[in-house]
C-alpha cells in the first residue's frame, strides 16, 4: 500500500499486528506510509520518532518491511533519510519539492508524491473538485504552511472568498483536472527531473460507475503506453 497513517493513532502493538498481517497477506509488498498528522514542530517529530522506534523495535522480520515517511517539510526528509526506505509528499509542486530534495541522496532511497488529478465529464465540474480539494487543505495549518512557501497563498485566499473562479496556473503545477495524456505526462516528467523516482497517481472521479471505469482504463492505458 502507498496510503499514509497518522501514527500516533495506532499503538506500537496494534500496528504490529496490522502491519505484519497485511505484509504476509501481500506477499511482502506491503509499503507503510507513517506521518504525523495534524501536529507539527519539534516536539511532534520526537515524538514520532520514539513511537516509530517502539514499533520497530517490536516488529519481527524488520528487513522485509518497507516505510516511507510522509513529509511536508525539510526535517521530516531528513528523518526519512535516517530512519525510513522512503519520503512521500502530497500535493505539492515539482520546484516546491526540488528545494526539499536538493543535494539528498541515499542509495535505494525511494522519493515518491502523490499527483491528484480530477476528472469529470464537465471541465466545470473536474476544476471544482480541484479547487475544494486545494480549499480543504488550505484549512489545515500544517499545510496551509506549505502553500505559502510554495508561493500560492494569494491565489488560494482568493478562491476562498470568491474572488476568482478559474484555477490559477500555479496551482496547475500542483494538480490537474480533466488532463490529456500531454498535460500528464509533462507534469510527470517535471516531477522525475527533480528526484522523485515514484510518481503515484492519486485519480478523483466524478459520475457513474461506466464512466469512472472508462477513466481508470484510460489512465491506466496512457500510463502504460507511455
Not at 510554495?150 to 473562479?165: F, H, N, P, Q, W
Request: overall charge positive; hydrophobic content about 40%.
Amino acid at each position: 500500500g502507498t496510503g499514509v497513517i497518522r501514527i500516533f493513532e495506532h499503538s506500537p502493538e496494534q500496528l504490529v499486528k496490522r502491519v505484519y498481517t497485511l505484509n504476509q497477506a501481500s506477499g511482502k509488498r506491503f509499503t507503510l506510509g507513517v506521518g504525523t498528522g495534524a501536529r507539527t514542530g519539534e516536539r511532534a517529530i520526537e515524538d514520532f520518532l520514539k513511537h516509530y522506534k517502539q514499533f520497530v523495535q517490536i516488529y519481527p522480520e524488520k528487513n522485509e518491511l518497507s516505510v516511507y515517511f510522509s513529509a511536508l517539510r525539510k526535517r521530516m526528509l531528513n528523518l526519512a533519510l535516517k530512519e525510513a526506505n522512503g519520503v512521500i509528499f502530497n500535493f505539492c509542486s515539482p520546484s516546491y519539492v526540488s528545494k526539499l530534495i536538493g543535494n539528498a541522496k541515499r542509495q535505494n532511497f525511494v522519493f515518491a508524491v502523490y499527483i491528484k488529478l480530477f476528472f469529470a465529464k464537465q471541465d466545470s465540474v473536474a476544476s471544482k473538485m480541484l479547487i475544494d480539494e486545494f480549499l480543504r487543505y488550505y484549512s489545515y495549518p500544517h499545510y496551509a504552511a506549505m502553500f505559502e512557501n510554495m508561493g500560492v497563498t494569494k491565489e488560494l485566499e482568493s478562491l476562498k472568498k470568491g474572488e476568482i473562479s478559474n484555477v490559477p496556473e500555479s496551482l496547475l503545477e500542483i494538480s490537474l483536472y480533466n488532463p490529456g495524456k500531454d498535460a500528464l505526462f509533462s507534469m510527470l516528467t517535471r516531477f522525475l527531473k527533480v528526484g522523485i523516482n515514484l510518481p503515484i497517481i492519486y485519480p478523483y472521479v466524478a459520475g457513474s460507475t461506466d464512466y469512472k471505469l472508462g477513466v481508470l482504463s484510460n489512465l491506466a492505458r496512457s500510463l502504460v503506453e507511455g
